[in-house]
Every structure is written in structure tokens, then in C-alpha cells.
């Protein structure tokens, strides 16, 4: 079994970077099962995912890192529950955001794909 910590961790470097650079480039991390809830709304599919993504109104958007904690989800499998909090500065504001988003990675060849994906904006 891999190392959970290390896979969640460089996962989330991969992700952020990824999202924060060029959003359509997201699409190889997920499947036609996958599914997105972001803030309520849920998208099925890495195409329909990947749209709303890049769909987003903002230009410019950068991730701050707080925590990434991580779990094995289903040892038969060897699928990872990833849960990451942090902040969010969107185009030339000052205040960030605060954010959680969760994933489940399920494991295809020697790499691992986004089958669950959770994002909340987490208000005060």
C-alpha cells in the first residue's frame, strides 16, 4: 500500500498548482464517474466537471495551504480520503477566503484519479 500521507500530499501540490495556473489542464485527474459538489451544485463526468471549473468568474486565483489531512477510505481498493483547508485570493483582492475541499482518490495503474470532489467556501 502507498504511503496515504505522501500520495494526499503530493496530490495537493499537483492540484493547486494545476488549478491555479491553467484550470482546464484538470481534466486527466478525473473520470466520466467522477463527481463534482462544489458549493451545493453537483457535476458528474471530467468533461462537465472540468467546464464548470474553468467556468468560474474569476481570472486570477491563487491557493494558500493551511492543512491536508488524509485517511485510506476502502482498504480493498486502496482508495484515499483527502480533506485540504485553506485560503483563496481571487483576482486582486486583498481578503482572502477561507475554503475546504475534499477528495477521494481512487487508485488506476501507478497514479490515482479524482473520483469524489467536495468544495465549500467557509464563511464566518
Known amino acids: ?5 505522501a500520495v494526499a500530499k503530493a496530490f495537493v501540490e499537483f492540484y493547486y498548482q494545476t488549478f491555479d495556473e491553467s484550470r482546464g489542464k484538470l481534466t486527466p485527474l ?15 463526468g471530467a468533461s462537465n466537471i ?7 468568474p474569476f481570472q486570477k486565483v491563487a491557493h494558500r495551504i493551511s492543512t491536508i489531512d488524509a485517511q485510506p477510505a476502502n482498504p480493498t481498493i486502496g ?16 481578503n482572502p477566503q477561507m475554503f475546504s475541499q475534499s477528495f477521494q482518490l481512487v487508485p488506476e495503474g501507478t497514479s490515482y484519479y479524482v473520483f469524489n470532489d467536495i468544495f465549500r467556501l467557509n464563511y464566518a
Request: hydrophobic fraction near 40%; proline fraction near 0%; glycine fraction near 4%.
Open 1 to 5: 500500500m502507498a504511503d496515504f500521507n
Open 30 to 44: 478525473y473520470r466520466d464517474q467522477s463527481m463534482l459538489t462544489f458549493e451545493g451544485q453537483q457535476f458528474s
Open 50 to 56: 472540468v467546464e464548470k471549473l474553468v467556468s468560474l
Open 79 to 94: 482508495s484515499i480520503l483527502v480533506t485540504v483547508t485553506g485560503q483563496l485570493l481571487i483576482d486582486e483582492e486583498s
